[in-house]
């Protein structure tokens, strides 16, 4: 079993930087790749960017390439995501996400931690 909890989230204005935060614990060894996904009011959960975790590989959405960088930490136990140049409709709540190795998708999810950013 993995376990993701995720933080960072917050209040900002419009052009503020967030750094979001993602923790694993438990069999992490079974994660093949992380990644941030986000929901807004209304809309479908959309991916944002993703790290694979053997070869440190990234990819973005996008509409946050330049503006958004992901990256773990040394153990490979925490993933960060940060958020630069912030604009309104980056509000959305925000879940960290592993894929298990051999899965398709991504099947462990953290709780989620809200992002709103004022104009």
């Known amino acids: 079993q993995v376990q993701l909890v995720d933080s960072g989230g917050g209040l900002v204005q419009a052009g503020d930087s967030l750094r979001l935060s993602c923790q694993a614990s438990?069999?992490?060894?079974?994660?093949?790749?992380m990644g941030w996904f986000r929901q807004a009011p209304g809309k479908e959960r959309e991916f944002v960017a993703s790290?694979?975790?053997?070869?440190?590989?990234?990819y973005y959405a996008d509409f946050v390439k330049g503006r958004f960088a992901i990256s773990r930490d040394n153990a490979k136990t925490t993933v960060y995501l940060q958020m630069n140049s912030l604009r309104p409709d980056d509000s959305a709540v925000y879940y960290c996400?592993?894929?298990?190795?051999?899965?398709?998708?991504?099947?462990?999810w953290g709780q989620g931690t809200q992002v709103t950013v004022s104009s």
């Open positions: 790290i694979d975790s053997s070869t440190g590989s990234t």
């Open positions: 996400a592993g894929r298990r190795n051999g899965s398709p998708q991504y099947d462990t």
């Open positions: 438990g069999s992490t060894f079974r994660i093949n790749r």
